[in-house]
């Protein structure tokens, strides 16, 4: 099942949470109080999944998921007070009888800021290693790797684009701290080489690019911010998974504190 959220804004600083359930095999069952929302240190799974607003009993979901569904948040914890504009965290355990190592997703959505795509940024883990596109530019995408060397903490970037119709592989890597979020990466492309039983390390020449901005707002979701050296043109990219998650993998970024 792939699961999704963003807020849908309601007028000036107000927003609603939305959270989108899709199945992708079998006939999954979703319902309230499977998860822990977390918010101003409380926490509470007495939540249900509506269809209103006013949370009614009528548009309450709670059964087998068969296509794409989108569900709202009502809480029913009178000791929790939810806001939706606030920064919270969902953590919903995936694990089922047969794993054989725990898994949970889990999200941070940052405050509201105007933007239905409001998240907040999660710091880098392995789980979130991939390959990653944007639809709206499908033909090229942005391999990522989260690991270690040794002690050091390393994020690797490998981005496969074009340049005057051909194609242009831009590669960097960077170390980070455990809870960084924002991942500053220096790139660079390569020339020099030859093809096959040709190639001699000692060809390969690289040549300073510019700089990307690698954050994650879910297990699904990356943003590249990037800078050319050579004239200054910027962009920002929002990509998301070639595949929907890694297979075995439950996809967390860190076990919860709270």
Same mark, same amino acid.
């Given at each position: 099942?792939?699961?999704?959220?963003?807020?849908?804004?309601?007028?000036?600083?107000?927003?609603?949470?939305?959270?989108?359930?899709?199945?992708?095999?079998?006939?999954?069952?979703?319902?309230?109080?499977?998860?822990?929302?977390?918010?101003?240190?409380?926490?509470?799974?007495?939540?249900?999944?509506?269809?209103?607003?006013?949370?009614?009993?009528?548009?309450?979901?709670?059964?087998?998921?068969?296509?794409?569904?989108?569900?709202?948040?009502?809480?029913?914890?009178?000791?929790?007070?939810?806001?939706?504009?606030?920064?919270?965290?969902?953590?919903?355990?995936?694990?089922?009888?047969?794993?054989?190592?725990?898994?949970?997703?889990?999200?941070?959505?940052?405050?509201?800021?105007?933007?239905?795509?409001?998240?907040?940024?999660?710091?880098?883990?392995?789980?979130?290693?991939?390959?990653?596109?944007?639809?709206?530019?499908?033909?090229?995408?942005?391999?990522?790797?989260?690991?270690?060397?040794?002690?050091?903490?390393?994020?690797?970037?490998?981005?496969?684009?074009?340049?005057?119709?051909?194609?242009?592989?831009?590669? *960097?890597?960077? /170390?980070?701290? $455990?809870? /960084?979020?924002?991942?500053?990466?220096?790139?660079?492309?390569?020339?020099?080489?030859?093809? $096959?039983?040709?190639?001699?390390?000692?060809?390969?020449? *690289?040549?300073?690019?510019?700089?990307?901005?690698?954050?994650?707002?879910?297990?699904?979701?990356?943003?590249?911010?990037?800078?050319?050296?050579? /004239?200054?043109?910027?962009?920002?990219?929002?990509?998301?998974?070639?595949?929907?998650?890694?297979?075995?993998?439950?996809?967390?970024?860190?076990?919860?504190?709270?």
């Amino acid at each position: 099942m792939l699961f999704e959220h963003w807020r849908q804004p309601c007028g000036g600083t107000k927003s609603q949470i939305v959270l989108a359930y899709t199945p992708l095999e079998g006939s999954p069952f979703v319902c309230g109080g499977q998860a822990r929302i977390i918010q101003n240190g409380m926490s509470t799974s007495q939540y249900r999944l509506v269809r209103e607003v006013d949370g009614s009993d009528g548009g309450e979901f709670c059964g087998v998921l068969t296509e794409p569904t989108g569900l709202l948040i009502h809480i029913d914890d009178p000791d929790f007070q939810f806001n939706d504009d606030e920064e919270f965290e969902f953590y919903w355990d995936v694990t089922r009888p047969n794993d054989l190592h725990p898994g949970f997703y889990r999200f941070v959505a940052g405050p509201f800021r105007g933007d239905p795509l409001s998240t907040g940024e999660l710091p880098p883990h392995g789980d979130f290693s991939g390959s990653y596109f944007d639809p709206e530019r499908a033909g090229e995408g942005a391999l990522i790797e989260v690991g270690q060397v040794d002690e050091r903490k390393v994020l690797q970037v490998s981005w496969y684009t074009y340049d005057n119709g051909q194609p242009l592989w831009i590669y *960097g890597v960077a /170390d980070f701290a $455990g809870r /960084d979020t924002r991942i500053q990466v220096p790139l660079q492309t390569f020339s020099g080489a030859r093809f $096959g039983q040709e190639f001699s390390p000692s060809d390969v020449s *690289g040549t300073p690019w510019g700089e990307a901005t690698i954050s994650f707002t879910s297990c699904q979701h990356m943003n590249l911010d990037w800078v050319r050296q050579s /004239d200054g043109e910027q962009g920002q990219y929002r990509y998301q998974r070639t595949v929907n998650r890694l297979l075995g993998s439950g996809c967390s970024n860190e076990s919860p504190t709270r």
